[in-house]
């Protein structure tokens, strides 16, 4: 089977690389760039500088600060309105997940038009759409080299997974110096969801030779930096390693997949508004245990590049979960109750947040498919623990 591969067209990565914004924009002949980001960044000044080397390379940017954390079609409106006033010709997404993703919907919204559930999956959209530049400020997402973008419906609170060439950043910045502010619980999220993301691209139905190589490494450099940059967040070695390596991650599932821990957490993220990070940390260990049976030496080698040793392929599978398990009690992730969320809601969105699920088409990708039995299951296990 041919493996179909897409990255960025190039990438600058090293500390201090946001500084080459205005020599990027120059290399694409971009003129009116949009700076797409959240209200935090422009609080910081943060965002006033990257629209300062802009005007300095000689080209008109302008600024839109209304991203939302998990981005829904209501938020977006005003973003098309403000690509279109611009009249911008590339969208740059400067932040964390939310801000790219909402860059990338107006790239294709602000050209083509339409709602966004008109390009969720299965659909895949490879039509017209702006440019795309993304520059990251956590190392997790990895959105920053994917095909993907997720938005939420605001009339169903519907979780929808968009993805298509036209999602795909022609160019990334990856730059350490962006991510050393990150506190602790945002780095714990973000690093686990870098981590989810380099798994499940490894034991993906459609993993493949060059998704397999990025997620090795990934998984690799994780379990050697996570708790160092969660520990000591002015360690600049460790939180290099986890830039370069949710970089990595998001090339492996953009070129593979994600699953079962993708497909249940975003509904969680849709009803309870918890951030995608923290609920792929709140169900990793219970999917990957409900998951090891159907490819126990996939799991197994992911475990070894995690450094957990064991006599036999089956024991080494479930040494992964167990690594999964104290990494959570170590990084101090909550569970559903423990972070503050109605058991009678949750039991009564179970049933909806499974359907959800499936429709993402994400579990599909799963080494075991699951049933919506099997993901209601997986939803009442993990509420507690």
């Known amino acids: 089977m041919t493996a179909q591969i897409a990255l960025p067209r190039f990438a600058r990565i090293g500390a201090g690389a946001v500084n080459d914004i205005g020599e990027v924009v120059a290399q694409l002949g971009v003129r009116r760039p949009l700076l797409v980001t959240d209200a935090y960044l422009v609080s910081t000044g943060a965002a006033e500088r990257i629209l300062q080397v802009l005007r300095d390379a000689g080209v008109e940017p302008s600024l839109f600060d209304g991203t939302v954390p998990d981005p829904t079609t209501d938020s977006l409106k005003a973003g098309v309105e403000a690509v279109q006033a611009h009249r911008a010709d590339a969208v740059i997404g400067f932040g964390g997940g939310s801000p790219m993703d909402t860059a990338k ?23 017209p759409a702006l440019p795309i530049i993304a520059i990251p400020t956590t190392a997790g997402s990895g959105s920053e080299v994917t095909q993907f973008t997720v938005i939420s419906d605001s009339d169903n609170d519907e979780k929808m997974l968009c993805p298509g060439l036209s999602f795909l950043p022609i160019a990334s910045i990856i730059d350490v110096e962006l991510t050393l502010s990150m506190p602790p619980r945002l780095t ?13 691209a490894y034991v993906s139905r459609k993993a493949n030779a060059f998704s397999d190589g990025l997620a090795l490494a990934a998984i690799t450099a994780i379990g050697r930096s996570l708790r160092t940059a969660y520990h000591d967040g002015a360690d600049r070695a460790a939180r290099e390693t986890m830039m370069v390596a949710a970089t990595q991650a998001g090339m492996a ?10 497909g249940m957490s975003r509904p969680i993220g849709a009803h309870f508004h918890v951030a995608h990070g923290l609920s792929n940390a709140m169900l990793f260990p219970a999917v990957t ?20 040793s064991a006599d036999t392929t089956t024991a080494q599978a479930q040494g992964l979960v167990d690594y999964l398990r104290a990494l959570r009690e170590e990084l101090d992730v909550p569970t559903p109750q423990t972070y503050g969320i109605d058991r009678a809601r949750w039991d009564e969105l179970v049933p909806l947040m499974a359907q959800q699920a499936l429709a993402s088409g994400s579990p599909d990708n799963n080494p075991v498919v699951p049933s919506a039995a099997d993901i209601e299951q997986i939803y009442a296990e993990i509420y507690a623990r």
Do not use: C, W
């Open 188 to 200: 714990a999220d973000t690093g686990i969801d870098a981590l989810t993301h380099a798994i499940e």
């Open 253 to 262: 599932f953009s070129n593979s997949s994600v699953a079962l821990v993708h």
């Open 289 to 308: 245990a409900y998951s090891i049976d159907g490819a126990p030496e996939r799991y197994a080698a992911a475990a070894a590049a995690l450094g957990v």
């Open 105 to 127: 919907a107006l790239a294709v919204l602000g050209t083509q038009g339409g709602q966004m559930r008109d390009y969720k999956a299965p659909q895949t959209y490879s039509g």
